[in-house]
């Protein structure tokens, strides 16, 4: 699977921005797809996942009733809504998928396939 990550940009804190995951070379379907930051200087960390069948998301608190994480396995996609955006948000954020369980959702080790990167960056 080859994931390509996008919408990433320059937005005002309090804005939004939507990022998508698309999924080639192979079905998107039977992995849950996650979404990782990197902010400079710090180690990755998770953002939000969701089931193949996408059902029950997770996110992380910081993040809980900002962001949406959706997918849609007939067009190969994953997104993310992010809404009131802070400057603690700017990173680069990854998109993921795993053929992993409830247990693999939250760790990066546990991820397949990963996607090249976008960059947000939220002014204050």
């Known amino acids: 699977v080859q994931l390509q990550a996008s919408g990433g940009g320059l937005v005002q804190a309090g804005g939004s921005l939507r990022l998508s995951c698309a999924a080639s070379?192979?079905?998107?379907?039977?992995?849950?797809t996650g979404w990782f930051r990197q902010a400079p200087g710090k180690e990755r960390e998770f953002v939000a996942a969701v089931t193949w069948s996408g059902g029950t998301p997770y996110y992380t608190d910081s993040v809980k009733g900002r962001f949406i994480i959706s997918r849609d396995n007939a067009k190969n996609t994953a997104d993310l809504q992010m809404n009131s955006l802070k400057p603690e948000d700017t990173a680069v954020y990854y998109c993921?998928?795993?053929?992993?369980?409830?247990?693999?959702?939250?760790?990066?080790?546990?991820?397949?396939?990963w996607g090249q990167g976008t960059q947000v960056t939220v002014s204050s």
């Open positions: 070379g192979r079905t998107f379907s039977g992995y849950a």
């Open positions: 993921a998928a795993t053929s992993g369980g409830y247990g693999s959702l939250f760790w990066s080790d546990e991820y397949d396939y």
